[in-house]
C-alpha cells in the first residue's frame, strides 16, 4: 500500500514583481517542514477571450508556473515542487485549496506599505480570514534575522498560536518572542504568571528554541506591530479571545495590515488547552 503523502505547503502566485519572494519563502518552509511544495496560480479565461488570442495569456500564466518552480528548486531543491493553473478567482481557489493543506502562504499586495489604502476585499485579508490552514501573508521586502514573535491573550487560540511559534522557532533556529498585552490599569501578575507557564509548557517540548515573555500595558495591536519591527515572523491566531469580532479578530487584522514582518495567522489547527 502507498503511503499516505504529506500535506503541501500552498503557495499562491500573483504578479510576476511579487512571486520571488513568496515562492523563496513557500519554499524554506516546505523544506523545514519536510512538506511539498504546490504552486497556484488562477487563470482568468474570461479575461483571455476578451484578449486577441487567448494562447498569449495561458502561455504567459504557463510561463509563470515554470518561473517560480525555479525559483523554488533554487531555494530548496529537494523539496517536491508541482504547479497547478486554475480557471477562477485566486481567493476561492486558494481557500478550496487550504482544506487539505499544511500552510497557505500569499503576497500582502503591498498593503503593509500603504497604511491608509487597505481595501476591505484585500487578497490576503479574505483568505487570513476564510482559509482552513494557517495562512502566512508575505511581505515585499525580506524581514530581519530576529526571533519568531507571538502574541498571546489568555484564549485558548493563542496558546495554540504559541505552540506553532515554537515549532516555527525551532525548524529556523531562532528565538521566541512571547508577548502578553494588558490594559493599562490592569495589575500583571496573573498575567506574566500565565505567560510565564505557557511559555514554559511549550519550552519543555522545544528544549533547543530559546524564549524570552513581556507582559506590557498598553494596546495589543499597537503594542505587537511595534515589537514586530525586529521579529522575522509574527504569529498570531485569528481571533484569539474575540469571538465576536468575526474571522479576524483586531490585532490579527492590525498585523495584517501594518506589521513590516511576515505574519502567520493560525487557524484551522486543535487548541491547546489553557493551563
Avoid: K
Wanted: net charge negative; glycine share 8%.
Amino acid at each position: 500500500m502507498t503511503a499516505p503523502q504529506p500535506s503541501a505547503v500552498v503557495a499562491g502566485l500573483g504578479s510576476a514583481t511579487a512571486n520571488p519572494t513568496v515562492v523563496q519563502l513557500a519554499a524554506r518552509e516546505a523544506a523545514a517542514h519536510g512538506r511539498p511544495l504546490r504552486l497556484l496560480h488562477a487563470f482568468n479565461w474570461a479575461a483571455a477571450l476578451a484578449s486577441p488570442s487567448p494562447i498569449g495569456p495561458r502561455a504567459e500564466a504557463e510561463l509563470l508556473i515554470e518561473e517560480a518552480t525555479g525559483i523554488a528548486h533554487e531555494v530548496a531543491p529537494v523539496v517536491p515542487v508541482s504547479g497547478d493553473l486554475v480557471e477562477g478567482g485566486a481567493v476561492d481557489a486558494l481557500i478550496r485549496r487550504s482544506a487539505s493543506a499544511f500552510l497557505t502562504v500569499l503576497g500582502d499586495g503591498g498593503m503593509a506599505h500603504c497604511p491608509d489604502c487597505v481595501p476591505a476585499d484585500a487578497p490576503a485579508v479574505q483568505v487570513a480570514a476564510r482559509a482552513e490552514s494557517p495562512v502566512l501573508v508575505v511581505r515585499r521586502e525580506p524581514p530581519p534575522p530576529g526571533p519568531v514573535l507571538v502574541g498571546l491573550d489568555g484564549s485558548a487560540s493563542s496558546r495554540t498560536a504559541l505552540d506553532f511559534a515554537f515549532d516555527c522557532a525551532a525548524r529556523r533556529s531562532a528565538r521566541v518572542l512571547a508577548v502578553r498585552v494588558i490594559e493599562p490599569d490592569r495589575p500583571d501578575a496573573d498575567a506574566t504568571a500565565h505567560l510565564t507557564e505557557a511559555v514554559a509548557d511549550c519550552g519543555r517540548r522545544y528544549p533547543s528554541v530559546g524564549a524570552e515573555c513581556h507582559t506590557i500595558h498598553g494596546d495589543p495591536g499597537t503594542v505587537l506591530l511595534d515589537q514586530s519591527r525586529s521579529a522575522q515572523l509574527a504569529v498570531v491566531a485569528a481571533r484569539g479571545d474575540e469571538p465576536w469580532r468575526g474571522l479576524l479578530g483586531a490585532v490579527s487584522q492590525s498585523l495584517l495590515y501594518h506589521s513590516p514582518a511576515p505574519v502567520l495567522v493560525v487557524r484551522g489547527l486543535a487548541e491547546t488547552p489553557t493551563a
